[in-house]
């Protein structure tokens, strides 16, 4: 069973389209990042896969209709949508009482595990915390939920790097198990890249681009072209180029890694290169189709 | 999967309801503390009038024993009055902030990632102004009394006079149970009128005091000017105070509850249409809240 699926998903704000007909599949036990750039409906699409706004087409949610059936499905999702969401007149041992008291999955042992290992004192109102320790402690309650998908929305922003890279690791080394699985949004993409097993990029409320690392892996080459090869490049069919220091970086799609390694130095792009290739080039394309 | 099916159905469904309750009085201190401040204000006035207290009781010795009845459990109707009321003022307050308060914080995204129902949390901000601010405010009248009576004891004891009047004129018992009587009516009777705040705090994006209350002032005075007539005013004025006027019946308007178990009339109380159709509109204003509370984002 596929841990989450949607077909032609539709979602309007007045004329404003967030969801335009998405199609969605996430197996279980995948670490997906939903990558889009603002606006492109990502927040929307993790709102509906919670429950939290209604929508059209179809969804279901570990076999549940998230709508219908938001706090069924909550005994088995976590999630953390945006930073600053934890109450901030709780006490951390309010938090631990509340969520072991109405979370029949919630390991309080597990929790209080995790935030041992933080500076955060049981008597601290979340107010006195600091944004990052108000994260850790978010943190500590989702990991302590055993949860079959958690889903994380800009978790670490605002977040300064020691923090960012540590929300990461926790979550791979002490709440990962290949059974769970973590849907992730965020714009620091460059820092998740080795996290994931998947990869998705969404814009103007569809997406358009799925595929898993290995794949991304092997599907997609960079090359830094000598000058006198950009000719010869091109004929390869790039789907995108840019300069940078007065050289092309040109970024192919299932092309001969020999062949390209004749032209420049290849290497795989990050994350980060293949989304703005592909958005750039959906920019274009839109610009095209309105001349 | 088994074992976690097998503890969740091990989870009684009273838990979130129960977890729900206290959290609302961990957000909300001022539930309890404002009785309690207002307790403690009428104590302290209570006990500089205790100073005149063996003069007084001698003027008192002097009447009818209906008028002792009368004169000795005055400041203890009093004092249940004014806490009944601070009750009532804190319940607006803490129904008007319920369902906004956690939209304006954006904590509705953290209550909502947990398995607790819109369905459960309505309920049990209801309950905070139908059921706990009731019992408190019981308990917290009657501990007041209970001091007051002590504290008049204990000055008459030291004065040298005698207590018997203070204690066979009191029936605090008499009177703790027709308090019981009236908060269950009060309760019952304004529950619509919290059904209806309750609403309005989870769809206004602001200023929800003024949603609440200025539509209802704009009736009023759209009647007043156009029809000449108040039959709106004296609706309002019927749904804050009828609980009074159906359930009890004072042979003398306008004095505290002398003997308090003979002047109620649970009867009437409840076959007032009043009542029902008032339940009923307070089950409509809670059905659209949940509902509304399940499309809500945060402001």
């Given at each position: 069973m596929a841990c989450i699926e949607a077909n032609g998903l539709r979602k309007a704000f007045g004329t404003t389209?967030?969801?335009?007909g998405l199609d969605l599949r996430v197996e279980e036990g995948r670490i997906l990042g939903l990558i889009g750039p603002n606006g492109a409906g990502k927040t929307t699409a993790l709102n509906a896969i919670l429950g939290l706004t209604p929508y059209q087409g179809e969804l279901k949610v570990l076999g549940r209709d998230p709508w219908t059936a938001r706090d069924q499905l909550m005994r088995d999702v976590s999630f953390i949508a945006d930073v600053a969401v934890m109450p901030r007149w709780m006490r951390v041992s309010q938090a631990l009482d509340y969520v072991a008291g109405v979370h029949p999955r919630f390991d309080r042992a597990k929790a209080e595990g995790f935030l041992a290992r933080t500076a955060i004192r049981r008597a601290s109102k979340v107010r006195e915390l600091s944004k990052g320790m108000v994260a850790q402690l978010h943190l500590a309650l989702v990991m302590a939920i055993d949860a079959r998908l958690l889903v994380l929305d800009e978790p670490t922003l605002g977040l300064d790097i020691l923090y960012r890279k540590q929300f990461y690791d926790s979550l791979l080394n002490d709440y990962f198990d290949r059974s769970r699985t973590i849907v992730v949004t965020t714009h620091q993409v460059e820092e998740i890249q080795d996290v994931l097993t998947d990869v998705m990029f969404i814009n103007r409320g569809r997406i358009v681009l799925d595929c898993s690392m290995e794949e991304f892996e092997s599907r997609y080459l960079q090359v830094m072209v000598n000058p006198e090869h950009v000719a010869a490049a091109r004929v390869l069919n790039p789907i995108h180029e840019r300069q940078v220091f007065g050289r092309s970086i040109l970024l192919f799609d299932q092309a001969d890694r020999h062949q390209l390694a004749a032209l420049g130095d290849v290497r795989t792009p990050s994350i980060a290169d293949l989304f703005v290739a592909v958005i750039s080039n959906q920019a274009g394309e839109a610009q095209g189709a309105a001349q | 999967m088994t074992t976690p099916a097998s503890s969740m159905s091990a989870m009684p469904a009273t838990r979130p309801i129960y977890w729900s309750v206290r959290r609302e009085l961990w957000e909300n201190r001022s539930i309890y503390i404002a009785p309690l401040a207002a307790a403690a204000v009428a104590l302290f006035g209570f006990l500089i009038r205790t100073i005149t207290l063996p003069h007084r009781m001698r003027a008192v010795l002097a009447l009818d024993p209906a008028k002792q009845r009368q004169a000795v459990a005055l400041p203890y109707s009093a004092v249940a009055a004014l806490l009944i009321l601070t009750a009532f003022i804190v319940g607006v307050f803490y129904c008007l902030d319920a369902l906004h308060g956690e939209r304006r914080d954006r904590s509705l995204l953290f209550w909502k990632s947990l398995p607790v129902s819109d369905r459960t949390t309505v309920l049990s901000k209801a309950s905070i102004s139908l059921v706990v601010l009731p019992l408190l405010i019981f308990a917290i009248i009657l501990a007041t009394q209970w001091i007051m009576l002590l504290l008049s004891s204990a000055v008459l004891l030291g004065n040298g006079s005698s207590v018997a009047m203070l204690w066979t004129r009191l029936p605090l018992f008499r009177m703790s149970l027709g308090l019981l009587y009236a908060l269950t009516a009060i309760a019952l009777w304004h529950a619509p009128l919290y059904g209806w705040l309750l609403l309005v705090s989870g769809w206004a994006r602001r200023a929800t005091f003024l949603w609440a209350v200025l539509p209802l002032l704009a009736i009023t005075v759209f009647e007043g000017i156009a029809f000449r007539t108040a039959h709106f005013a004296s609706f309002l004025k019927y749904r804050l105070i009828g609980w009074f006027t159906q359930g009890f019946d004072f042979k003398l308007p306008g004095t505290p509850p002398i003997d308090p178990l003979t002047q109620l009339t649970p009867g009437k109380f409840l076959s007032s249409p009043g009542l029902w159709l008032g339940l009923g509109a307070a089950a409509i204003f809670l059905a659209a809240a949940v509902r509304l509370r399940r499309y809500r984002e945060p402001i």
């Open positions: 389209i967030a969801l335009d | -």
